[in-house]
């Protein structure tokens, strides 16, 4: 564990490791090219959440970069759960088709469960299936595991942050980050080994588990509400928020805050991710990577 020093924590540069990442996947995609297989990933979008645009567009946009195939599927709000169900069938037999991912949320009339369970578990590039959850939930690394805390992972990892015996306390226990940030913290080996304890919405005294934690992974979705005064002196701090506020004073009308209140958790920690610039990045580097690994499978099979 790195010590520290008051009012001094080094920064996490996420999208600097996720540059650093995608040239990685661009290197891997030129291979698999020469092997015969181009690596294709499907995001579907249904309806016109602005947000959720944004980020299929940064997703499509990330896989060409990479020289990868990226189809969008855009369907309308008013899409059935049966007309989803039957492109997301289709998907899973496009064999130019690796990688699949459904962007949530979804309308009220759609089962987002539905839609996960409909997805070839080998096609599951976001981890979302049971079978790819259950897979990491019993340390079996050959699944899918879900983005946001594969990349958070990385840069645990790349930044050779100790984990093995430390205290880690996951903010959030979302199916999407809380859980499987947890179960990553506990598998045997480098990036993992801590000593996970999850808090949530009903957790009692949050500060009195926050002060005993050498890493926190903050996922909870509420705007800064985890300060300097609540963190044990030195603790690295992986702040996973992403809250959009109106702000008519920044060019697009909303500025983004993380869920963590960054000038006196910065005073404190001895490492920090910055909002935005840190986590956010790292979450498509890592859809890239795990498109890669689905097309690598193919290779020879069939
Ligand atoms: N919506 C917000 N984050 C995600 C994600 O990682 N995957 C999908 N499918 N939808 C999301």
Known sequence: MTSAVAGSARIIDGSAVAKAIREEVKAETTALVAKGVKPGLAVVLVGEDPASAVYVRSK???CEEAGMRSDTIRMSAATTQAEL???VERLNHDPEIHGILVQMPLPKQIDPQAVILAINPAKDVDGFHPVNAGK??????SGFIPCTPLGVRELLLRHDIDTQGAHAVVVGRSTIVGRPMAALLLLPGKGGDATVTVCHSRTR?????LKRANIVIAAIGRKEMITGDMLKAGAVVIDVGMNRVDDPSTKSGTRLY???????ASAVASWITPVPGGVGPMTIAMLLKNTITAAGRTVGAA
Request: hydrophobic residues 40%.
């Open 85 to 87: 169900l039957a492109v």
């Open 60 to 62: 499509g946009k990330a």
């Open 136 to 141: 990491l939930f019993s340390g079996d690394m």
């Open 258 to 264: 993380g869920d963590v209140h960054y000038p006196s």
């Open 205 to 209: 005294e949050l500060a009195s588990h």
